[in-house]
């Protein structure tokens, strides 16, 4: 059983982490990957697949040996192709998939019209081109003659998490999150703080991680602490994360009280402005060195690169520099910067 799984650009070695402390030797990465993706075999079930956190989505991979889509409407292979799509359904809820679309090359020609009839009238399933529980993709292979059709497994994308119930402008991408928290390298002795705290998506994500001693955010947005809140609700964490409404240049927080500050800054786009941003990260950053111990450690996200590498040298008197990735994410390329208090 092949799987692909597709990952934000960038956070590509977290989605590898995550698959092989997760499923171990039972789990084989392919020896040629494709760019942009990360294809495996795994004989376990899917629902487990479900589970994963760096991941953006999940796809079966079907292979079939043949020279063009057409030979795809050969019985045998339509009916491989619907029982693959009526086995993912099974494993989800009753009423979970609705609705499918595929995305191929080509997806308007008569042989994908036909293709998408066939399923259409076994599973009974109404095409909507535009938004669709089930996601199908047919393609070329990429590493081996013949045709391919993936077949998300999930009704959304597993980075569509189940707990947000409200979303805003601004707020991150719950795998880049994920990945975030994994770079803090999360251990149960943690005090975990997430100055900055929007919608709530890093602290959510720290909780689901493990255990920690305490974990906290704030937000000087009353909106955005309301936001946070239904979400934190949503994930039923709500007595376990505690909220402040608090500017984050200046924390009502013990000096060295905090083992790891986990942040995503304003942007500068969506939330707060270049101006803004200009006076709001020396003095933020600066406050997170001040409540962080020694040995503690920071990881912020940010797209306004330029400000944030300007402030290196000054940050690099209190804090060790230990990795940067450069992220791909709704069109723009944010960096993750992970640091160790000196
Ligand atoms: C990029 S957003 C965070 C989004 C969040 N990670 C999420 O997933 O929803 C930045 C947040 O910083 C907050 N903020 C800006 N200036 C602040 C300050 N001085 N103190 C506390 N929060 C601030 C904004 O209200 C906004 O919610």
């Excluded at 796809?59 to 889509?69: G, K, L, N, Q």
């Excluded at 989800?92 to 609705?99: A, D, E, I």
Aim: charged share 20%.
């Amino acid at each position: 059983m092949h799987y692909e799984a597709e990952v934000l650009p960038g956070l590509e070695s977290f989605a590898r982490a995550e698959l092989a402390t997760t499923f171990g030797d039972a789990l084989q990465f392919h020896r040629n990957q494709p760019t942009d993706s990360l294809r495996f075999a795994y004989p376990g079930s899917l629902s487990n697949l479900l589970l994963l956190r760096t991941v953006v989505a999940i796809y079966r991979i079907e292979h079939f040996a043949v020279p063009r889509p057409r030979a795809l409407l050969g019985h045998q292979h339509l009916q491989r192709i619907t029982g693959r799509i009526d086995h993912i359904r099974g494993m989800h809820p009753s009423g979970s998939f609705l609705t499918f679309r595929i995305s191929a090359a080509g997806s308007e020609s008569a042989v994908f019209i036909r293709i998408k009839e066939a399923i259409e009238s076994h599973t009974r399933m109404a095409y909507n081109p535009d938004d669709a529980d089930l996601f199908i993709r047919i393609f070329p292979a990429p590493t081996e003659p013949g045709w391919e059709v993936l077949i998300r497994i999930s009704p959304r994308p597993l980075s569509a998490r189940g707990w947000r119930v409200c979303d805003m402008p601004g707020a991150l991408n719950a795998t880049a999150a994920a990945a975030m928290v994994a770079l803090t390298e999360p251990s149960e002795d943690d005090v975990f703080y997430n100055p900055m705290c929007g919608s709530g998506t890093l602290m959510i994500e720290r909780a689901l991680a493990g255990p920690a001693i305490r974990i906290g955010g704030c937000d000087i947005s009353k909106e955005a602490l309301r936001c946070a809140a239904a979400n934190l609700n949503g994930a039923g964490l709500a007595k376990h994360i505690e909220l402040t409404k608090m500017d984050a240049t200046g924390l009502d927080l013990p000096t060295d009280s905090v083992d790891v500050v986990c942040a995503d800054l304003p942007w500068g786009q969506l939330a707060g402005s270049d101006d803004e941003n200009l006076i709001l990260y020396p003095a933020a950053l600066a406050e997170w060195a001040r409540v962080t111990r020694r040995g503690g450690r920071m990881v912020a996200i940010t797209h306004a690169v330029r400000l944030f590498e300007s402030l290196l040298d000054r940050l690099e008197r209190e804090w060790q520099l230990s990795a940067e990735y450069r992220i791909f994410q709704g069109g723009l390329h944010p960096r993750i910067y992970a640091f160790r208090r000196k």
